[in-house]
């Protein structure tokens, strides 16, 4: 059912995409909607259009830029190793190349992590910081956990992958009531490449952001699943106590992917935007 608050536009948004070059390849960046800027980060091993609708929610109210990750959706990449501070650097680039000075902020998941280390490195770039289902750091295990999984990454077939990320990505009653919208993000995930899945896994292990979080300055709210296995509320609770200016909200009945699985969090987000919450 359509949100009264944001009701579906009549007709399609008009899509500009972009192609930007930088030294490591070429980052792939889509714009729709007018308004004040919002990047939308995506979460590991999906791709800009993961977001879905979602993204024309927001449409509505705000010109949003959806980037493609490197080695992700239809950005290139070189096949060297990356750490988060190179994926903050692409989003540098997505900035400076469509001519934004600051923008809001979205980031989920891995795109969150992104988020937290672009807002701490260029804290007068971000407007509004809005993480969901994210964290600054996995923990003491964090590399060994995140090499294991770049080693499954590569060395299982993708399709006996999906019931690992089903699971986590959304609730069981979703996955039995809107089968159509768990395939679309399944569909995405088999088509990323299982070398840059690998590649950004181990750059989430030796991730650690807790030190930037006392740089970022712009209002943050940080949302997480109540379910969330990955990335439970504790984390979330321990960003939004660390920047200037944080809150953290537990969404009851939701797991790792919370803005796919409720796009009407799109009132929430646009809230946050525009200082109403």
């Known amino acids: ?147 294991e999984r770049a080693e499954k990454a590569l060395n299982v077939p993708r399709e006996k992958q999906v019931p690992f990320q089903t699971e986590r990505w959304f609730t069981e009653d979703f996955r039995e009531t809107d089968p159509d919208e768990v395939r679309r993000v399944v569909d995405i995930f088999l088509a990323t490449d299982s070398r840059a899945h690998a590649a950004a896994s181990r750059a989430m292990g030796q991730m650690d952001s807790r030190e930037l979080l006392n740089a970022v300055i712009a209002p943050t709210l940080v949302l997480a699943g109540e379910e969330d296995y990955a990335t439970p509320p504790e984390m979330a609770q321990f960003i939004a106590e660390h920047v200037k200016d944080g809150r953290a909200v537990t969404l009851p009945g939701l797991r790792h992917l919370s803005l796919i699985q409720r796009p009407d969090l799109a009132d929430v987000v646009a809230a946050h935007f525009e200082d109403q919450a």
């Open 1 to 147: 059912m359509p949100d009264p608050q944001m009701p579906s536009p009549a007709e399609p948004f008009d899509r500009d995409k972009s192609f930007i070059e930088t030294d490591d390849g070429v980052i792939a960046a889509e714009v729709i909607g007018d308004g004040a800027p919002v990047v939308m980060l995506h979460p590991l091993a999906l791709a800009a259009r993961a977001w879905g609708s979602i993204a024309d929610r927001l449409a509505q109210r705000f010109q949003v830029v959806t980037v493609d990750l490197r080695g992700h959706g239809e950005s290139t990449w070189s096949g060297e190793p990356f750490s988060m501070t190179d994926l903050a650097d692409d989003v540098t680039a997505v900035l400076d190349a469509l001519e934004l000075e600051r923008a809001h902020l979205v980031g989920m998941s891995m795109g969150g992590s992104i988020a937290i280390t672009f807002a701490g490195l260029q804290p007068h770039r971000v407007d509004h910081l809005l993480l969901a289902d994210t964290t600054s750091w996995y923990g003491e295990d964090a590399v060994a956990t995140w090499n």
